[in-house]
């Protein structure tokens, strides 16, 4: 038993004084236990508030005994007697029958009898205050509110019972009349006596500037997410502002908003983590069926409530991947698009890359991979063969690939199947695409036509999509028109890729010339075949045969030569006309070759100024003719300028620095590079074949094989330079 004395209700009453504090000695011993997330929201200054919250009262009166009392364990039937014998006492015992202190019955049984013995002192505050902390602590929520409650009632102009009421009903999650506690304890702080007690108010952010800060960092993150995702909870497909209003209706974001107005100053990078968390969505890659769920079919439904039959199952089993792996949101191209809006569709094909990349995962869906399939499954797949699929896979950086029963290919458990050796490996062989670009893609319009080979041998169902589905690959924004065809698709990515950056590699192919533009071929197909990789000369090669031509050319020849071509501009595309700077050889002679001709397909000797003899093979008839039997039309072979044989730093390539680039040349070092530039122009290169209209443009001859052509005389390449730009239809 628990036995103190207490003041005799009479001479309370009948007297003004206080009870000293030696009418009264009980100490208190506080619960060991760690705070959970709701009391250690308390600020940081929650003792110095409480010990402020006392200085409210008259300095004149002495402090209740009470502010100070601390109850400690006792041993049943302990006594705690006065110091001093003060007048009738009136004995309160409190039993508590397990012999242990939880703070709350056994503390403070006598809670009735000393509000009568005290009259509820208004300084009596302070114990319900550091009861409703101990509360708080052990998540005795409602206790705890009942005893903020009574802070409130007891010193209503403080802010310490709104703070404490704050805390207790975020505990409940009864966030509304949080923030209504929240707002009154501010104003209580703004409008304290004691400006120690006003300075209390820096340490809180209010709600409205939290909101704010949430709101812009839901639109940073919204940026790169598509704008229709379906919620993998509730199963129903939302738009921007539906997202948005499950994040503000959610616990997440209300526990995030009071646990950050409690702490100045405002912690933005939380924000971003909790934002990032709720809004990262899950991306489908996947070959289409014959039929899959529009948009029409699940707007307005639990996609989880519908029949599970044919493609319903693939949508619901992702949506229930991507909610299992802890991701709120999920998107399928099936259903996701309104396709019926071309508005909105053409804003989808551009943005497609960036959703992808920018996706907390892509989920490969293997629908032809049946369970326990080993190694080579996946490089046989169908989805290997589609147009789409080529950046669905390289913009994401985070791909697990499952296969028709919704288990993870070769049972690869890892986070990221982009880390797997055996499975990059795999699609390396069957892709033709480097294993560093397959895990660390980064779009752009340089090495263009080994990404044009990349897609070279894939199929789309509409045919403008071959060229739609590689905006992405190469960072290019265009109009998207269905019913176009497949070759003026195709032919406007590639008027971008060169107008934007004078990469001429695109026009390294074999084929059938594009009605867009002669230059360009009629299909992705021609870019099937490996480019023509020409040997490279050494350091030491080169030093040689620099060497050699100092004593063979007028190097004041190669100096002039070299400010020329640098000096000349990139290549011009649009309108489907194309102005390609160049360096022409005349064609002085063209004989058709005698046999292995088919009915379909020409091969032709070919004769030009400094050139070496060459066969080109055709579909198209050539005009033939001589040094004796001349022709009116002009034919020309052309080497399209590459910027790079000068030697230029390429800024794209990493291993290159500028700092070992001179900001100007000596002559020496001019000299030096005019006969390293005579030396790479007498190398073989890739020529074209253009034949002058009647316009004074040109147009490409398409062969069926490459042109490869070489100079005849090393020291006659300065003499033989006729450099001009033609105009190509």
């Not at 009632?153 to 923030?179: I, V, W």
């Not at 598509?226 to 997440?252: K, W």
């Not at 991507?322 to 396709?339: E, K, L, M, P, V």
Request: glycine residues 4%; charged residues 25%.
């Amino acid at each position: 038993m628990l036995t103190f004395p207490i003041p005799h209700t009479q001479s309370r009453s009948m007297s003004n004084e206080r009870p000293g504090p030696e009418s009264m000695m009980i100490s208190s011993s506080v619960s060991s236990e760690k705070p959970d997330s709701v009391g250690q929201s308390m600020s940081s200054g929650h003792q110095d508030s409480m010990s402020r919250s006392m200085s409210e009262h008259s300095q004149s009166q002495m402090l209740s005994p009470l502010t100070s009392l601390n109850p400690v364990r006792k041993p049943s039937g302990a006594r705690v007697q006065p110091t001093s014998s003060q007048g009738p006492n009136v004995e309160a015992t409190a039993v508590s029958p397990s012999g242990d202190f939880d703070g709350n019955s056994q503390l403070w049984s006598t809670e009735s009898t000393l509000s009568a013995a005290f009259g509820m002192d208004s300084s009596y505050d302070v114990h319900f205050a550091h009861r409703s902390k101990v509360k708080l602590s052990q998540k005795l929520y409602a206790e705890a509110l009942s005893d903020a409650e009574k802070v409130i009632e007891l010193n209503p102009a403080s802010h310490l019972g709104y703070e404490l009421k704050h805390a207790a009903l975020r505990g409940e999650q009864r966030y509304d009349d949080a923030s209504e506690a929240f707002t009154i304890m501010l104003s209580k702080l703004d409008d304290a006596p004691d400006p120690q007690i006003r300075q209390l108010r820096q340490q809180y952010v209010s709600q409205s500037e939290v909101e704010d800060a949430i709101r812009r960092a839901i639109h940073a993150q919204l940026e790169n997410a598509p704008h229709r995702l379906i919620n993998t909870i509730t199963g129903h497909i939302c738009d921007r502002d539906a997202q948005i209003n499950a994040f503000t209706e959610s616990t997440e974001y209300k526990e995030l908003l009071h646990s950050l107005v409690m702490h100045a100053p405002l912690q933005t990078e939380l924000i971003k983590e909790a934002v990032a968390k709720y809004f990262n969505w899950v991306m489908l890659s996947h070959r289409w069926e014959r039929v899959e769920p529009l948009l029409h079919d699940i707007q307005g439904w639990d996609i989880y409530d519908l029949s599970a039959v044919g493609t319903v199952v693939k949508l619901q089993k992702f949506c229930k991947v991507a909610r299992d792996a802890g991701h709120h949101w999920a998107w399928s191209d099936t259903c996701c698009i309104d396709q019926n809006n071309n508005v909105e569709l053409q804003q989808s094909v551009n943005s497609m890359f960036v959703w992808y990349h920018y996706s907390a995962l892509t989920i490969v869906y293997l629908s032809d991979v049946p369970p326990s399939s080993e190694s080579g499954a996946l490089a046989n797949s169908i989805w290997n063969t589609r147009g789409w699929t080529v950046q669905e896979f390289l913009a994401p950086q985070i791909v697990l690939f499952y296969q028709a029963d919704w288990t993870l290919y070769l049972d690869n458990r890892s986070h990221n199947h982009k880390e797997s050796v055996s499975i990059m490996r795999e699609l390396e062989h069957s892709t033709g695409i480097n294993a560093r670009a397959l895990v660390d893609f980064r779009p752009g319009t340089r090495d263009a036509r080994k990404k044009l080979r990349w897609a070279s041998n894939r199929y789309t169902t509409r045919e403008e999509d071959i060229a739609y589905s590689l905006f992405g690959i190469f960072d290019v924004n265009l109009p998207v028109i269905y019913g176009e065809k497949r070759q003026k698709a195709l032919g406007r990515l590639l008027q971008e890729i060169i107008a934007h950056s004078g990469e001429i590699t695109a026009l390294d192919w074999v084929g059938q010339s594009s009605s867009f533009n002669s230059c360009l071929p009629a299909d992705i197909s021609s870019y099937k075949a490996p480019s023509c990789t020409l040997p490279s000369l050494s350091e030491g090669e080169m030093q040689n045969s620099v060497s050699t031509l100092r004593n063979i050319v007028a190097v004041e020849s190669a100096s002039r030569l070299y400010i020329l071509l640098e000096d000349l501009s990139v290549p011009r595309f649009a309108n489907a006309r194309l102005q390609l700077p160049c360096i022409a050889f005349l064609l002085t002679e063209v004989r058709r070759s005698t046999g292995g001709d088919g009915d379909k397909c020409f091969t032709y000797e070919v004769k030009a100024d400094g050139l070496q003899d060459l066969l080109v093979r055709t579909e198209d008839k050539l005009v033939q003719f001589s040094p004796e039997r001349r022709t009116r039309q002009t034919f020309l072979l052309i080497r399209p300028w590459n910027r790079y044989d000068l030697g230029l730093v390429d800024f794209t390539d990493e291993s290159q620095s500028m700092d070992d680039w001179p900001d100007e040349l000596g002559d020496d070092e001019l000299v030096t590079r005019g006969l390293k530039l005579l030396v790479r122009l007498a190398r073989p290169f890739s020529a074209l074949l253009l034949a002058q209209q009647r316009g004074g443009e040109y147009k490409r001859i398409a062969s069926d094989n490459e042109i490869i052509a070489q100079v005849r005389d090393i020291a006659s390449v300065v003499d033989i330079m006729d450099i001009r730009t033609p105009e190509i239809l």
